[in-house]
Every structure is written in structure tokens, then in C-alpha cells.
T-cell receptor
């Protein structure tokens, strides 16, 4: 089964804790992306990576960190510095210059 | 910077009817890609259709077609024979075709909620 997996589907954390969201793809895509979606908003880009061991900040990178140690994996850490972490997080991947395909998303709730 | 605007936050259509979703964008680039994505209640983002700016022919995909007006920077989506399963949020998105740092990023509109009435 080819595709993008995100786990878990729902995640609950206490304020002040760091949390890592998983994103894995077996499509052999070079580029991977993390987006945040809030109610009534479009998707906003957090970080993206075009190649292993390299990544760039998107429009709202503050309070987040990523790594890209393997082509298949692009985990996102939501740190305690992120002021409003409760949101829906979407991971995507694409070939270089190709269409972006999305994972099913993770709903993070921080209380 | 490029921007994408979806001015209608909500629309409704009767089953089997046709509906058109509007999208405008702003860019100074001559070559780019435009997309419509659908997000049903499951929240999975699904690609509906893609248009390449250098192609004058409007893209079609079964019941979905676009009206791409490059000079007007308009990219509307027409859904024919609407079905209950078409009910979803629809997002218009832009991506530059130029290979440079940041050109691979999608720029999204805020989305539009489509309701299909039986």
C-alpha cells in the first residue's frame, strides 16, 4: 500500500510538554511538508524539506522543529514555545516539482 | 508574494445540479501551477484537479472542470452533476513553476464549504 501515514490520529498533551508528530511516506518522494490548519483558515506551511538532512522554515515555523534523517520520514516536534499548539496538522509529500499528496492528519489538543 | 483568494466562504447546490467555485490569485510570475483540493469531513486533503499556466486548455477530470483565465488571474472550479459525496471544503492553491528556494511551496486560499442538498 503506497501512501503517507501520520500517527497518531488524535494526540492529547499537557501544556509545557513537547510532542512529536510522525509522518512517513513510501512513495519515494523527495520533498516533504508540514502544514497547520485552524478553523476557518487555509493551510499554513510550518516546515518543508526537499532533500534528506536539509529543511527550510515555512511561514509559521516558530515553536516547531523538524528533522529529515531518512527520505521516508519527516517528524514534527511541537515545542512548549509554541503559544497555540492546538490544531490539525497535515503532512504532505511530492516529487520535485510534482503534485503534493497529503496524509490523513493528526489532531493535537493541548490543555 | 503570491496570494490566493476564495471570496465565497460557503455555497450550496442541489444534487445533480452544477456549481461553480471561484478563486482568484495574485502573482507576477508567468509560469505556475494551480490546484483544487477537496477536504471532506474525514479531513483528508484530496487533489481534485491541476492546471498548468502555460497550457491554454482548461483541465477536466470527469465531472470536474476548471475555467482558467490567466489574464484575469481567475481559476474557477465547475462541478457538474453534483453528488452528496462532493460535500466538502474546497481549497484553491498556487505553486510557482520556477525552480528556486521556496518555489515548491503551495500557497492556499482559505477554503470554501460546499453543501450538497438531496
Amino acid at each position: 500500500d503506497g501512501g503517507i501515514t501520520q500517527s497518531p490520529k488524535y494526540l492529547f498533551r499537557k501544556e509545557g510538554q513537547n510532542v512529536t508528530l510522525s509522518c512517513e511516506q513510501n512513495l519515494n518522494h523527495d520533498a516533504m511538508y508540514w502544514y497547520r490548519q485552524d478553523p476557518g483558515q487555509g493551510l499554513r506551511l510550518i516546515y518543508y524539506s526537499q532533500i534528506v538532512n536539509d529543511f527550510q522554515k515555512g511561514d509559521i515555523a516558530e515553536g516547531y522543529s523538524v528533522s529529515r534523517e531518512k527520505k521516508e520520514s519527516f517528524p514534527l516536534t511541537v515545542t512548549s514555545a509554541q503559544k497555540n499548539p492546538t490544531a490539525f496538522y497535515l503532512c504532505a509529500s511530492s516529487t520535485f516539482g510534482g503534485v503534493e499528496y497529503f496524509g490523513p492528519g493528526t489532531r493535537l489538543t493541548v490543555t | 508574494a503570491q496570494t490566493v483568494t476564495q471570496s465565497q466562504p460557503e455555497m450550496s447546490v442541489q444534487e445533480a445540479e452544477t456549481v461553480t467555485l471561484s478563486c482568484t490569485y495574485d502573482t507576477s510570475e508567468s509560469d505556475y501551477y494551480l490546484f483544487w483540493y477537496k477536504q471532506p469531513p474525514s479531513r483528508q486533503m484530496i487533489l481534485v484537479i491541476r492546471q498548468e499556466a502555460y497550457k491554454q486548455q482548461n483541465a477536466t477530470e470527469n465531472r470536474f472542470s476548471v475555467n482558467f483565465q490567466k489574464a484575469a488571474k481567475s481559476f474557477s472550479l465547475k462541478i457538474s452533476d453534483s453528488q452528496l459525496g462532493d460535500a466538502a471544503m474546497y481549497f484553491c492553491a498556487y505553486r510557482s513553476a520556477f525552480v528556486s528556494s521556496g518555489s515548491e511551496k503551495l500557497v492556499f486560499g482559505k477554503g470554501m464549504k460546499l453543501t450538497v442538498n438531496p
